[in-house]
């Protein structure tokens, strides 16, 4: 059963535990960010999407999909030319330390344990969920169904 990391923007309460907690899982770097305006505020981090732009635009070939289809990036391969972080359409590729990129691996690191990435299992208000595909789509459906109150 495929699980997806899921950011659910309507419910960020914007207390940043998913960047603080991410940033001590990742040596200090955050590698998700809450972005804020007037109205909303929502966790920004890879989509891991299924057409990667920034896949496309690695000459080096340093980004590339792993076997769970998440987008990693090959560091050692990484020239730090920064086409990746114009080519993401969502702004989470950033680039840090000596120009390499960081961007959200789904804390495989934790996944490949059978564990839930650290910012869903810190998020309070369940605005970061890891969950199966079929779990989210029933939720989406009883949500969609449900009378207006």
Known sequence: MKRLLLIRAE???RCR????????????QSRITVVE???????VSCRHCKVAPCIHV????AI???????VIIDE???TGCGFCELACPFGAITMVEKQKPSKCD????LVLDGKTPICALTCPSGAIV???????????RISFFSPVR
């Open 64 to 70: 590339r999909y792993d076997e769970r289809d998440m």
């Open 58 to 61: 690695c000459y080096r070939e």
């Open 106 to 109: 789904g804390c495989q690191h």
């Open 130 to 140: 890891y969950e199966s595909i079929e779990a989210y789509e029933k939720q989406t």
């Open 37 to 43: 305006t007037e109205c909303i505020a929502w966790p």
């Open 17 to 28: 535990a998913c960047e603080v907690a991410c940033a001590r899982e990742h040596g200090g």
């Open 11 to 13: 419910r960020c309460i």
């Open 76 to 78: 050692n391969l990484c």
